[in-house]
């Protein structure tokens, strides 16, 4: 059975930093791109990051670029996001979503999603 | 930025009714398109991907069309567990956005 679990999310200030944390399980995760999604109280989804499955290719929304940084371990079977200069906005609950793009398919879809991790950043 | 416009943002209907979501893109994407359901409090769950492919364990209730710049979303006889929200996202291009969302709910 797919999982990944979340974790590392909880109140920081502003200008603070956190290191977001996904445990994936039940699939080989070094052949699958990952990505993080968020989506602050009350809001819609908002995605945030892609990792492609060797690590080689990144990519980041505009409003996270050079504040947020992803990052991924085979041998842990996990993903990361460090998140510094945090700042009100940021508030939400992240996300991390497994990305599949099966050669049947004319398109790539996040497939499996974790529960989540709640990130508050208030003074 | 590719931009995702979902029509209507809040639909209320009875169980037994067929809705229609609508969801237009801002440039092409051609059928890079996928559709996910939300209930309050769970993460997202994929419905429909490639546009119109309904993923494995969906209902065939639900069912998804479109190319190019506009997509729907139809559920033909509404059920009481889909009443949530529900959004697309685009897979054409990064930043990979999602619409608004629209929520459906129980008239």
């Known amino acids: 059975e797919v999982q990944l679990v979340e974790s590392g999310g909880g109140l920081v200030q502003p200008g603070g930093s956190l290191r977001l944390s996904c445990a994936a399980s039940?699939?080989?995760?070094?052949?699958?791109?990952m990505n993080w999604v968020r989506q602050a109280p009350g809001r819609g989804l908002e995605w945030i990051s892609s990792?492609?499955?060797?690590?080689?290719?990144?990519y980041y929304v505009d409003s996270v670029k050079g504040r947020f940084t992803i990052s991924r371990d085979t041998a842990k079977n996990s993903l990361y996001l460090q998140m510094n200069s945090l700042r009100a906005e940021d508030t939400a609950l992240y996300y991390c979503?497994?990305?599949?793009?099966?050669?049947?398919?004319?398109?790539?879809?996040?497939?499996?999603w974790g529960q989540g991790t709640l990130v508050t950043v208030s003074s | 930025d590719i931009q995702l416009t979902q029509s209507p943002s809040f639909l209320s209907a009875s169980v037994g009714d067929g809705v229609t979501i609508t969801c237009r893109a801002s440039?092409?994407?051609?059928?890079?398109l996928a559709w996910y359901q939300q209930k309050p409090g769970k993460a997202p769950k994929l419905l429909v991907f490639?546009?119109?492919t309904l993923q494995s364990g969906v209902p065939s209730r639900f069912s998804g069309s479109g190319s190019g710049t506009e997509f729907t979303l139809t559920i033909s006889s509404l059920q009481p567990e889909d009443f949530a929200t529900y959004y697309c996202?685009?897979?054409?291009?990064?930043?990979?956005?999602f619409g608004q969302g629209t929520k459906l709910e129980i008239k």
């Open positions: 996202q685009q897979l054409d291009s990064y930043p990979r956005t």
């Open positions: 979503a497994r990305v599949d793009d099966p050669p049947y398919s004319s398109s790539s879809f996040l497939d499996y």
């Open positions: 490639a546009a119109s």
């Open positions: 440039q092409g994407i051609s059928t890079y």
């Open positions: 990792i492609s499955s060797t690590g080689s290719t990144i």
């Open positions: 039940g699939f080989t995760f070094s052949n699958f791109e």
